[in-house]
């Protein structure tokens, strides 16, 4: 037996619900970021496209590990550091300044909200643009770690692979064995990005930021993401639950389908420059 999807939105649709509900609370996720370049972790039906992402554990507790995490992210770095924010970042950002955005909370690690213009942004799984000790707790530009590591193994730097999610990379050299990964500059300890890991949980201040900021909001946004792990996945259980509408912007089928309000199966970036327009136009 089929089962109905949730109701399906368009321009006008989007319009009307956000002029009914002005203070919105925005969730995105790498589907906002695709357009610049940064491959998603999903497909279409919310399944890998490739292997699993590196888990927390196996990062704390393999260094074999941890040679093919820092291999594959010092060939992916390059492609992170020069992507640029798109007309969906820039959009956001411009609704923000106009009032129409309680607070933008994203699942991506890239930066790419605050080049665009963005403000407050909460990082809900970090940034990949620091690197921090696991003993000591100092921290490390990643472009300084980049250096170290091209430095460190000439025989991989500047080698050119399929990109991936977050600064990954397809990089499946036979023998990682002599792979040399960075070491904390004050203690020599462990070192990893500053972003939440598979397998690790979102802390605890930023997940209440989130729940504060949703109880402000008028409605939960949901822009390019599956909702396929938890950490965002709960806040729409949290608006649903509050009576509050939950919209998503995804072309594929997210873990939230049976919440939402209304869905707009359609580009992030046309779909969002065309909601600023529209309301700018009536505000005129």
């Known amino acids: 037996m089929a089962v109905d999807g949730p109701p399906h939105g368009d321009d006008d649709a989007l319009i009307g619900l956000v002029r009914r509900h002005p ?4 969730l995105t996720g790498a589907g906002i970021s ?4 940064i491959p998603g972790y999903r497909d279409a039906d919310g399944n890998w496209r490739a292997s699993t992402p590196i888990q927390h554990r196996e990062f704390l507790e393999s260094h074999a590990r941890r040679q093919r995490y820092w291999a594959r992210s010092m060939v992916g770095w390059p492609l992170m550091s020069r992507a640029l924010p798109n007309d969906a970042h820039r959009a956001l950002a411009r609704l923000q300044q106009a009032g129409h955005v309680e607070a933008l909370v994203t699942q ?11 403000t ?19 921290r490390h530009a990643r472009a300084d770690i980049q250096h170290e ?4 193994n000439p025989a991989i730097a500047g080698l050119s692979a399929v990109p991936s999610a977050d ?9 990682l064995h002599g792979f040399t990964v960075p070491h904390c500059r004050r203690c020599a300890g462990i070192i990893k990005p500053d972003v939440v890991f598979f397998g690790d949980s979102v802390p605890r201040d930023r997940v209440a930021a989130v729940h504060e900021a949703l109880q402000r909001a008028d409605a939960l946004l949901v822009v390019g993401s ?3 792990v938890f950490s965002g996945y709960r806040f729409c259980v949290a ?23 209304m869905k707009i199966a359609a580009p992030c970036g046309a779909t969002l420059t065309r909601l600023d327009a529209a309301l700018r136009n009536i505000a005129a």
């Not at 695709?34 to 370049?37: A, F, M, P, W």
């Not at 590591?149 to 460190?152: H, T």
């Not at 600064?167 to 023998?175: K, M, S, T, V």
């Open 149 to 152: 590591l091209e430095a460190a």
């Open 23 to 26: 203070r919105l609370l925005v």
């Open 239 to 261: 608006a649903a639950q509050a009576g509050k509408p939950v919209v998503a912007i995804n072309l594929g089928r997210t873990r939230a389908d049976p919440l939402l309000t």
């Open 167 to 175: 600064g990954d990379a397809h990089l499946e050299p036979d023998d």
């Open 226 to 228: 599956s909702l396929m």
């Open 120 to 138: 407050g942004v909460i990082e809900l799984h970090g940034s990949l643009s620091s690197v921090v000790c696991l003993s000591c707790g100092e």
């Open 108 to 118: 991506n690690v890239d930066g790419l909200h605050q080049a665009a213009g963005s």
């Open 34 to 37: 695709t357009d610049s370049g």
